[in-house]
């Protein structure tokens, strides 16, 4: 379910396992994130209200929705902490990448123009990674980058090497559970090749190339042909140079995740776990994809305890993207690979927010360029509080609106929010719904009186931010 929801919407890397998918569903826009009170405008000198991000001001507007509680995020750099289980992988998945080229980006701030998010990689007008329900604003034209491929045009322009990586933190409104949170970490490759250096030996080049990428030493099924009307070749490059380009795209990404899998499946067993699948060949799948700026386009899924996880997006960069990049001479491939879901195997991670988690408990279990199991250090136990509200069916509330209102009053002390229960009144027509919020910190015990103050302003916050009418 997952994996297909994923290629219809097309941009979209974060999930570790299935429940509640991100929903960018173009129907599902909602006014009422124009309406939700933000309490982050400081009134500037010239009487207009802004925001402050990293230091710098910002005006502010319709689009506006970026709460302060994220916009302090910016500052953390999970990526640039060597000792950080995201920084740790990171350079895991560079040094495996430095000898063949590629050329390392981690300072880009996550300020962006929405051309640069969007307009530059071809995504529709009306995409629904545009929408507010889904994306931080600072105002119309500027956001929080959804993803590192943000970057992309701009690297392509000035990078000096055949190949890049970038490695940055991304944001996204969402649902609120164990493998989601507002702010992420990517990271973005690329590699090209120039027709203007290689000229007719090009097809020559990118084979010599491609052999000489080390075996990965999974086993990897990849059943569909290198393109075809579904998941097309671009006009502008050959048969031969699609087929290679994008072998050489597989066998890279194979190869990274060969390296990732091997030393988590070592983790894995070194901590005890005795599942069977540790024992045998780590095994890879191809599925075909859609991302707006490649084509054709993939996802590799890779087969751990139990289940096949989607693991990396990527594709052959659309000749557009280059060409707006000043470089319409090269041809190559992308990919973006989520650091957050890849982390959780790597070192045993079980809730995403740990990641964020200032704890010394925590931080003080991993060490520079180290793959090791995160040891619990105590499970606090959590309760749950259901909020249950009639709407207008016309005027629903769209799920991820509903998280940041929950996301702004509880924090990193929600675990979870899920839809447990929805009907429609046969008479009156109103909808009902009932979510459940889990409350449960990470780091210390949590008295009722404390949850039920949380619920009592999530009650109170959402009746009065959302046309609704609370159920008793
Ligand atoms: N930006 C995509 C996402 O966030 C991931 C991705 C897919 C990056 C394909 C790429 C690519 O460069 O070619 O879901």
């Given at each position: 379910m997952t994996a297909n929801i994923s290629r219809s919407s097309g941009f979209l890397l974060q999930r570790v396992s299935a429940p509640a998918v991100r929903r960018w569903n173009i129907n599902a826009r909602s006014s009422i994130a124009q309406s939700l009170k933000r309490n982050i405008s400081t009134e500037s000198s010239s009487g207009n209200a802004t925001i402050t991000v990293l230091g710098k001001e910002y005006p502010t507007d319709d689009f506006t929705n970026l709460p302060n509680s994220i916009a302090n995020l910016t500052s953390r750099k999970?990526?640039?902490?060597?000792?950080?289980?995201?920084?740790?992988?990171?350079?895991?998945?560079?040094?495996?990448?430095?000898?063949?080229?590629?050329?390392?980006?981690?300072?880009?701030?996550?300020?962006?123009?929405?051309?640069?998010?969007?307009?530059?990689?071809?995504?529709?007008?009306?995409?629904?990674?545009?929408?507010?329900?889904?994306?931080?604003?600072?105002?119309?034209?500027?956001?929080?980058?959804?993803?590192?491929?943000?970057?992309?045009?701009?690297?392509?322009?000035?990078?000096?090497?055949?190949?890049?990586?970038?490695?940055?933190?991304?944001?996204?409104?969402?649902?609120?559970?164990?493998?989601?949170?507002?702010?992420?970490?990517?990271?973005?490759?690329?590699?090209?090749?120039?027709?203007?250096?290689?000229?007719?030996?090009?097809?020559?080049?990118?084979?010599?190339?491609?052999?000489?990428?080390?075996?990965?030493?999974?086993?990897?099924?990849?059943?569909?042909?290198?393109?075809?009307?579904?998941?097309?070749?671009?006009?502008?490059?050959?048969?031969?140079?699609?087929?290679?380009?994008?072998?050489?795209?597989?066998?890279?990404?194979?190869?990274?995740?060969?390296?990732?899998?091997?030393?988590?499946?070592?983790?894995?067993?070194?901590?005890?776990?005795?599942?069977?699948?540790?024992?045998?060949?780590?095994?890879?799948?191809?599925?075909?994809?859609?991302?707006?700026?490649?084509?054709p386009s993939w996802e590799i899924e890779i087969w751990w305890k139990g289940e096949w996880l989607e693991m990396c997006g990527c594709g052959v960069v659309k000749h557009e993207v280059l060409s707006g990049a000043g470089v319409g001479d090269k041809i190559g491939w992308a990919f973006g690979i989520g650091l957050e879901r890849t982390a959780m195997i790597l070192f045993g991670v079980p809730d995403i927010r740990l990641f964020w988690s200032e704890d010394e408990r925590f931080l003080s279990q991993f060490k520079p360029n180290t793959v090791s199991t995160f040891k619990p250090y105590s499970k606090y136990p959590g309760t749950f509080r259901d909020v249950a509200f009639w709407c207008d069916m016309a005027k629903e509330v769209h799920i991820n609106d509903l998280m940041e209102v929950v996301r702004s009053i509880g924090g990193d002390l929600v675990e979870n929010v899920s839809l447990i229960d929805e009907f429609v009144h046969p008479k009156t027509k109103q909808k009902s719904q009932c979510y459940r919020i889990n409350y449960q910190s990470m780091d210390r015990s949590l008295t009722n009186a404390e949850i039920n103050d949380l619920q009592d302003a999530v009650v109170s916050s959402l009746s009065t931010q959302f046309p609704i009418k609370i159920r008793d």
């Open positions: 999970l990526h640039l902490q060597p000792s950080h289980p995201i920084g740790i992988l990171r350079s895991l998945i560079e040094s495996r990448l430095k000898d063949l080229g590629f050329t390392s980006y981690n300072d880009f701030k996550p300020v962006v123009s929405t051309y640069e998010n969007f307009d530059a990689l071809g995504f529709p007008e009306d995409h629904p990674g545009r929408s507010k329900t889904d994306t931080y604003y600072i105002n119309e034209k500027t956001l929080l980058r959804t993803h590192t491929s943000a970057h992309e045009s701009e690297c392509f322009q000035t990078c000096e090497t055949p190949g890049y990586l970038i490695s940055a933190d991304v944001y996204r409104r969402d649902t609120i559970d164990r493998t989601h949170y507002p702010a992420f970490h990517q990271m973005e490759g690329a590699r090209v090749w120039s027709r203007t250096e290689h000229g007719d030996n090009l097809a020559k080049v990118i084979q010599e190339d491609l052999e000489s990428i080390p075996d990965s030493g999974i086993i990897v099924s990849d059943p569909d042909p290198p393109f075809h009307e579904g998941n097309p070749r671009q006009p502008t490059m050959s048969e031969l140079e699609t087929e290679l380009i994008g072998k050489h795209l597989k066998k890279t990404i194979e190869l990274l995740m060969g390296h990732v899998f091997h030393q988590a499946r070592e983790a894995a067993i070194k901590a005890g776990s005795t599942d069977p699948d540790l024992f045998s060949p780590i095994k890879a799948r191809w599925i075909e994809a859609y991302f707006p700026w490649t084509s």
